[in-house]
């Protein structure tokens, strides 16, 4: 790996190494380049992504188009009702000479597809808290530490009901971004329907090793931040807890639970991750806007007043940030 003499140099770096990543994530992905900014923003901040869209909209293919470029190790777990957290961790057998060994599961890879996250059971759900959180897990008293970089993104789809269970609030946390895709544009659509008709095959290239992500996301740690934009992060989690003296009018009015602290701190390194690949060397408060509502959208939760007055969470997010 190339050494940088400053951590200027390696921003600059990193913001042309994004550059290339993006540009080879496109030959298969046409448009959707808001979630892909966020997803890689979400890998270089040690962070998860919750991806919630309909079907058809390309969401595993992004997944594998993006362990492709990123030269990581990549598992599949496909979520039903019948899964057992055995199959996404591993378990214990017995081998030949009457030992016990652990075969490892799915969750030991670098990238992790929780396809439809939502068709299994909480008890299930649950076998990805350890993992996201401490990159380990625990088996019969023995913890197995996870190869990093790890990175969990989940798949949702938002218009199926049956044979679906809602995700904790503790396993929602655990996602730094909540991305909504939405359908492509006419165009955009007419040019997925042509590269997919034909004999065209996108070929992404390896532009970046597991060495160098490590590389990268320790080095977004080191990236300052000014006092002001560590108050406006805190401030805007803190404006959407009802009930208290910082609260924001509308949290009181339409919300029943706002943004934990690790909301505050995900934008934080959210904004630092954004402004280093926009070529900047300390964050700012646009930084931080830029990434709030991927942020705040799986942490606050509506009031029946708000479903009543048909007030989206986009909705309260956007008068968060226009009030802040």
Known sequence: MKE?????????????????????????????????????????????????????????????????????????IQFTPDL???????????????NFKFNKG??????????????????????????????????????????????????????EQEG???????????????????????????NVVKTTTTTYEGNPKEVISAEEILYFQNLIKKIPVPENVYEYAVRLATKTRANREDSHPWAN??????????ASQYLIVGAKCHAAINGKYSPDIEDVRKVATAILRHRIVRNYKAEAAGISIENIIDELLKDN
């Open 253 to 262: 009015q339409y919300l029943t639970w706002g943004a934990g602290p690790r």
């Open 4 to 76: 940088y003499k400053s951590d200027v140099e390696a921003i600059d770096a990193f913001g042309e190494k994004v550059k290339i990543l993006r540009t080879e994530i496109a030959k298969v992905i046409v448009g959707q380049d808001e979630v892909v900014k966020n997803v890689i923003i979400s890998i270089f901040s040690k962070g998860h992504v919750l991806l919630v869209g309909v079907p058809g909209l390309a969401k595993t293919l992004l997944v594998n188009t993006i362990s492709r470029v990123l030269g990581l190790s990549y598992s599949r």
């Open 164 to 190: 679906t269970y809602p995700l904790p609030e503790a396993q929602l946390d655990r996602f730094m971004f909540n991305i909504w895709l939405d359908y492509p544009s006419f165009a955009e659509e007419v």
């Open 106 to 159: 799915p969750v030991f890879a670098n990238i992790i597809l929780a396809d439809e996250i939502n068709r299994t059971p909480p008890k299930t759900q649950s076998a990805l808290l350890e993992a996201m959180q401490e990159k380990s897990i625990t088996v019969a008293g023995t913890a197995y530490k996870l190869d990093e970089p790890f990175f969990v993104l989940a798949t949702q789809n938002p218009i």
């Open 84 to 98: 057992m957290p055995s199959d996404i961790i591993g378990t214990e057998i017995l081998d030949q000479n009457r």
